[in-house]
C-alpha cells in the first residue's frame, strides 16, 4: 500500500493496520512509471479524473464504506 494512502486512511482510522503480501503483478507494476501523461485523453476524449486530490478521494472512500458498515469488504 502506497505510503501516502495509508497515512489518509490513519486520520479516519487510528488503528487501521494492513497486511501485504506481494504478488506477480507487484513485479510488473515496478516497472511502470509513477506518473503519467494523460494530456492525450484529456484533449481528444476530454476525459477529466474524477479525484486529483488524495484527501478528497480518500474521504469519499470511507463515506462509501459508512453508508453501509455491515459490508463484506474482502
Known sequence: MNQSFHK???Y?????KYEYCPTAVDQ???TWP???????????WGWN????NL?????K????????PNAKLL
Open 34 to 44: 509513477y506518473n503519467y501523461d494523460d494530456s492525450d485523453a484529456r484533449n481528444d
Open 49 to 52: 479524473p474524477k479525484y486529483t
Open 12 to 16: 479516519f482510522f487510528p488503528k487501521f
Open 61 to 68: 472512500m470511507v463515506d462509501e464504506v459508512n453508508k453501509n
Open 28 to 30: 510488473i507494476s515496478k
Open 8 to 10: 489518509e486512511i490513519l
Open 55 to 59: 484527501k478528497v478521494m480518500v474521504k
